[in-house]
């Protein structure tokens, strides 16, 4: 089941922390050195990052679907940014049937997305997100009328997703499954 609120339109803030350590000049130092900037480490396990970077991708598909929904581009080259196999195919497809429906959405839905769980510590290749996601301003709405496709004010749905990383090193959403109102 296609998730009914076709319009998500999730902001991930970025989150990087941090100050470059500048060593100290000692006084005896001729004024034609320069001082270096070392950049920060990475401090973040493999599992984490990839936590990070998974949760990442999943709430950019759900961007990627809500551009897309606003006019239901079924063939939008977003869609494929974040999303492969059976998740690009059921976007495409629901898409696919607002444009052949004359539907198109509007709003932005909520997420609570975590990772359920990771595959591996060292070897990380797929990660599981549980998101409870709220339709709630979020609709589908008739495009040559504006009016309401239905009398449906959506609601909180569980979303399951499978988020794997590609051969390239890339991770996309490979699958996902959207619960009906009320299951979060």
């Known amino acids: 089941m296609l998730f009914a609120a076709s319009a998500v339109v999730a902001t991930l803030a970025a989150c ?3 100050t470059a350590n500048t060593p100290a000049i000692d006084a005896s130092t001729p004024a034609t050195s320069t001082s270096t900037t070392v950049a920060p480490t990475s401090t973040l396990s493999p599992a ?12 950019n598909m ?3 679907f809500g551009n897309a929904a606003a006019t239901s581009d079924w063939q939008s080259p977003q869609l494929g940014q974040h999303a492969t196999g059976l998740a690009l195919s059921t976007l495409s497809r629901g898409l696919y049937a607002d444009h052949y429906n004359g539907l198109v959405s509007k709003g932005n839905p909520t997420h ?3 990772v359920s769980s990771v595959d591996a510590e060292f070897d990380t290749r797929k990660v599981i997100i549980v998101d409870c996601s709220d339709s709630i301003n979020a609709l589908k709405y008739y495009a040559a009328t504006g009016q309401p496709a239905n009398d449906s004010p959506g609601g909180r749905r569980q979303i399951n997703a499978t988020v794997q990383k590609q051969s390239d090193g890339s991770w996309k959403v490979a699958d996902f499954g959207v619960q009906g109102v009320g299951t979060c």
């Open 16 to 18: 990087s922390s941090g």
């Open 62 to 64: 759900w961007q990627d």
């Open 112 to 114: 609570q997305a975590q």
């Open 48 to 59: 984490d990052k990839a936590k990070q970077d998974a949760l990442a991708v999943y709430l």
